[in-house]
């Protein structure tokens, strides 16, 4: 099946930097691809459908400014958390969207563990 | 590796039903066990979140129940309605996400 990386798996940041996320479909083409996130013992949320080579769409209360999507290729999109601070850290993880056969389908990521210190 | 299974793979029913989905997992070593809606062109939606120290939970006319023992969930919809025609997901969460393939639900007006 089809396959979806992220890197790095886990990182560990300083407050105030700024850290990048990369999600890539390996052997297929996404020009839609989602960006979730999961806090501890919360569910996973959805935060922003990144379209290839078009804006980001953000859900409600999703900054903008400070998670900064970047979508440039068919195979990867990226995700940029801006000034990190504790409250950032979370668990994210990307999915993308393939529609082939008259089937919609969504391959996920493993997720990347972010700890802002 | 955690392998995540749902059955059946599609399933269609009258409105009004009541209605049950299975996944299954092969590790019991879980954080939680959570439960999608998906639909088409979208991203996930949350429905219910099980911790591994709880035995079930509800949302409406939803309720979702663990097993951890034995390796289960369910999914229980009652009173189905039109509207809730999608595709239902679990997921096993330890320290990635483990998806099932899902269930693809028709409720028929």
């Known amino acids: 099946g089809a396959v979806v990386s992220q890197h790095p798996s886990r990182v560990i940041c300083k407050s105030g930097t700024s850290v990048k996320i990369e999600c890539r479909s390996l052997d297929f083409q996404a020009t839609t691809m989602f960006w979730y996130r999961q806090f501890p013992k919360q569910s996973l949320m959805l935060m922003a459908t990144?379209?290839?080579?078009?804006?980001?769409?953000?859900e409600q209360g999703v900054e903008k400014d400070k998670f900064l999507i970047n979508h440039a290729s068919l195979t990867l999109s990226t995700l940029t958390v801006t000034s990190a601070h504790p409250e950032d850290s979370s668990f994210y993880i990307c999915?993308?969207?393939?529609?082939?056969?008259?089937?919609?389908?969504?391959?996920f990521g493993p997720g990347t563990r972010l700890t802002v210190l | 590796k955690q392998e995540v299974t749902q059955i059946p793979a599609a399933l269609s029913v009258p409105e009004g039903e009541n209605l049950v989905l299975n996944c299954s997992f092969t590790d019991s070593a879980i954080y939680n066990l959570q439960w999608f809606r998906q639909d088409p062109g979208k991203g996930l939606t949350s429905l219910l979140l099980i911790q591994s120290s709880q035995r079930e939970q509800t949302s409406g006319r939803l309720n979702a129940s663990l097993d951890k023992s034995s390796g289960r969930s369910t999914l229980y919809i009652a009173a189905s309605q039109p509207g809730d025609s999608a595709t239902y997901l679990c997921a096993a969460t330890g320290n990635q996400f483990y998806f099932g393939t899902g269930t693809s639900l028709t409720v028929i007006p």
């Open positions: 999915s993308a969207r393939v529609i082939a056969g008259g089937t919609d389908t969504q391959y």
């Open positions: 990144s379209n290839e080579g078009s804006k980001a769409t953000y």
